[in-house]
């Protein structure tokens, strides 16, 4: 697996509207699993964007995408050293130079799959969908990897097709069934196209492959009160306050438990 693929892989935190309770301002996030992601179903009055804090790249001035200073030597780099200092641009917030060192680095590595990849993942991050696309599905016509698979599929549900990223998101789990982003991700999807069972299947195994990452258990709640399930509902947001940092998503989810305690109590 590529070690730099920046995965853009955790879709979304679900805020169900009947909760009655939405995020004042929309969080932002960074790309790396298995931390906790954000966001609902696209759409909906309660859905923010879907990357985590630090990852919102903001407007981008192509403009200003220019060659390397001369002294500052990258042609004898390999594609993997051009990369970290491709990351470490992006790291820093400088996405134009980013791109520009990653356009660089493919015009001496034109067959690198994971330069393809790690410009594709950025591309994401910037919210440039259809470029996303190609430079994943080049990554992976070069070379098969999940996490690039998982962010081909993440960039396909952006761009509106969900089916193909469905597809893409059931290959990334044929080698490794047990793949978090994969299995978050494709429970995200899967309650986007109404599949509630099968959305509560993946969050299910998501938490068994990784019983401390945070945003599961949102999510999990969210399918679990809708099936009807309340008080499993509210211990899994329970447990997702206990897990989730402290920021604007852990405040959220105590107003929205508060919530569906008060309408639980009440249908009693």
Known sequence: ???????????????????????????????????????????????????????????LDLSKIGPHDETYAHEGLSADEWAEVALMYQAKGQFGEALSTLDQALAHYPDSAHLYAIRGALWL?????????ADLKKSLDLQED??????????????????????????????????????????????????NQGALEDFNKAIEADPEAAAPYFNRAAVLWLLGKKEAAIADLDTFIALAPKGEWKETAKDLRN???????ASR
Do not use: H, I
Not at 12 to 39: W, Y
Not at 259 to 265: I, T
């Open 146 to 195: 999940p996490g690039a698979r998982v962010n081909y599929a993440e960039a396909l549900r952006r761009f509106g097709r969900k089916e193909d990223a469905l597809k893409n998101l059931d290959l990334a789990l044929q080698d490794d069934p047990g793949y978090f982003p994969a299995l978050f991700n494709r429970g995200v999807l899967l309650y986007e196209l109404g599949d």
């Open 125 to 133: 991050q910037l919210e440039e969908y259809a470029k996303a696309v």
């Open 1 to 59: 697996m590529f070690r730099y693929v920046t995965a853009l892989t955790m879709a979304a935190l679900l805020v169900v509207g009947m909760a009655g309770c939405k995020p004042k301002k929309a969080a932002e996030g960074t790309a790396t699993a298995p931390q906790a992601a954000e966001t609902a179903v696209e759409g909906s009055e309660s859905s923010p964007p879907t990357l985590l804090p630090g990852a919102k790249a903001g407007p």
């Open 259 to 265: 919530s569906w305690q008060e309408q639980l109590e």
